[in-house]
């Protein structure tokens, strides 16, 4: 049974950093395609960034250039750092993977198959 666990949340003010952090377990091998979502309070849940299995990234046009989405896959590990926080990035965070291989297309809509039971990031101004 894969199982993804998050870690790293916490409470920061505006302009402060977090990197989250995500443990894929249960993989016979190597994760696939594996991303970040968030859910503000009283919103839909969003698609933060995605990696693929090549190593390419996709950002959400709101946090280009803020965030940076990277794995170990030794660890079997995804990162999120997050810099520049503001207000609005207060949501809980969530890392989700696919069943295997790569991301589609619209990954950070919909596709993946994982989903961990999220941490909670609030910034504060």
């Known amino acids: 049974e894969v199982k993804l666990g998050e870690s790293g949340g916490g409470s920061v003010q505006s302009g402060g950093s977090l990197t989250l952090s995500c443990t894929a377990s249960?993989?016979?091998?190597?994760?696939?395609?594996m991303g970040w979502f968030r859910q503000a309070p009283g919103k839909e849940r969003e698609g933060v960034a995605a990696l693929d299995v090549d190593g390419s990234a996709t950002y959400a046009d709101s946090v280009k250039g803020r965030f940076t989405i990277s794995k170990d896959n030794a660890n079997r590990t995804l990162y999120l750092q997050m810099n520049s926080l503001k207000p609005e990035d207060t949501a809980v965070y969530y890392c989700?993977?696919?069943?295997?291989?790569?991301?589609?297309?619209?990954?950070?809509?919909?596709?993946?198959?994982?989903w961990g039971k999220g941490t909670l990031v609030t910034v504060s101004l």
């Open positions: 989700a993977a696919v069943r295997a291989g790569f991301c589609l297309s619209s990954i950070l809509i919909y596709g993946m198959d994982y």
């Open positions: 249960g993989y016979v091998s190597k994760p696939g395609c």
